[in-house]
């Protein structure tokens, strides 16, 4: 009895050994690849963004952000989305008017910094430290 175990709790702790390895290497590189993932798609709503901000916006820039916004639900932590549906209720409530200054900021900043904190996990950020810049041409 005693050479079974000899031999069995070596080869079961090996056993056990080689599947947390195996499982954990897994989730970790499958938890690199969404965060990757995260981090383009997140690029994308970026850039799209700009459709709502000073001489940058236009009509074409912000239908692109809403087929992007419209995805984003399929990755997108809960509070991206929060954050995303505050500033689409924030341009729906003004009817193609323009919406406060510091309104706008603050739901534009908002998203940003709800996307920060989804890749990073946390930040001492606000929304006031995210500012687009327009760039004149000549």
């Known amino acids: 009895m005693e050479s079974i ?3 069995l709790l070596p080869l079961l702790a090996g056993v056990v050994s080689s599947y947390l390895t195996y499982y954990f290497t ?18 994308q709503l970026l850039l799209k963004l700009q459709g709502f901000v000073g001489i940058t916006a ?12 419209y995805q984003s639900w399929l990755y997108c932590s809960d509070e991206v989305v929060v954050a995303m549906n505050h500033l689409t209720n924030l341009i729906i409530d003004n009817k193609g008017k323009e919406p406060d200054q510091e309104e706008g900021r603050r739901a534009i900043g908002n ?10 996990g ?17």
Do not use: C, H, N, P
């Not at 236009?58 to 916004?69: A, D, L, M, S």
């Open 5 to 7: 175990t000899t031999i």
């Open 26 to 43: 897994s989730k970790s590189k499958r938890d690199e690849a969404i965060i990757k993932y995260k981090e383009e798609k997140y690029s």
């Open 58 to 69: 236009k009509g074409k820039t912000k239908r692109e952000f809403f087929e992007e916004q």
């Open 111 to 120: 998203v940003v910094l709800a996307m920060r904190k989804d890749l990073l």
């Open 122 to 138: 946390k930040t001492r950020l606000d929304y006031k430290a995210f500012r687009y810049t327009d760039v004149l041409s000549d």
